[in-house]
T-cell receptor, first 112, second 113 residues
């Protein structure tokens, strides 16, 4: 069962920052927040993950609230190729014993 | 190989026949996942293997579905007596726990006619 809630769809203008929210109010102390995306007809692609500190990599930034009940994935300069379904997942990270449950995600459409 | 490999990429089968789908995970990855995705739908978890632990089979939709992972590497998902509702893309992923990203294959598109 997915432990996250995301808006079903969002639009973003090309070149602007895309901010994708995720609620995970029941997250436990040892659960990480992961983000994946799925571009049409492809397998899901890992983007970023974090525990409690904000994280940044070459693809995106992840902002996690202090109470860890929500997070935001930020694509700083969205391009047309960022159009995809974005999935926010929580996963126990100590042993990797928990599998990855995907919810319905947010369909991001980047508009020219 | 460089990534997760799945075969075949496409499979068309007649209703009632059995099918086997193969997944070659990234070498050294101890965790392996199977998902399926029906047209326009999200990913549905099927089964999860982690090392030598008993697999998490909680997502298998019926007893017609089974999976095994031999030698901790290659995995085969078997669907017996296929039904039209089994038509979907079956995705495999592998990861090296703990707390690491999962890499997905390109999937097997199964069509039951």
């Amino acid at each position: 069962d997915a432990k996250t809630t995301q808006p079903p769809s969002m639009d973003c203008a090309e070149g602007r920052a895309a901010n994708l929210p995720c609620n995970h109010s029941t997250i436990s102390g040892n659960e990480y927040v992961y983000w994946y995306r799925q571009i049409h007809s492809q397998g899901p692609q890992y983007i970023i993950h974090g525990l409690k500190n904000n994280e940044t990599n070459e693809m995106a930034s992840l902002i996690i609230t202090e109470d860890r009940k929500s997070s935001t994935l930020i694509l700083p300069h969205a391009t047309l190729r960022d159009t995809a379904v974005y999935y926010c997942i929580v996963r126990e990270g100590q042993t990797g014993a928990n599998n990855l449950f995907f919810g319905t995600g947010t369909r991001l459409t980047v508009i020219p | 190989g460089a990534g997760v490999s799945q075969s075949p990429s496409n499979k068309v089968t007649e209703k009632g026949k059995d099918v086997e789908l193969r997944c070659d995970p990234i070498s050294g990855h101890t965790a392996l996942y199977w998902y399926r995705q029906s047209l326009g739908q999200g990913l549905e978890f099927l089964i999860y293997f982690q090392g030598n632990s008993a697999p998490d089979k909680s997502g298998l939709p019926s007893d017609r579905f089974s999976a095994e992972r031999t030698g901790g590497s290659v995995s085969t998902l078997t669907i017996q007596r296929t039904q039209q509702e089994d038509s979907a893309v079956y995705l495999c992923a592998s990861s090296l726990p703990p707390n690491t990203e999962a890499f997905f294959g390109q999937g097997t598109r199964l069509t039951v006619v």
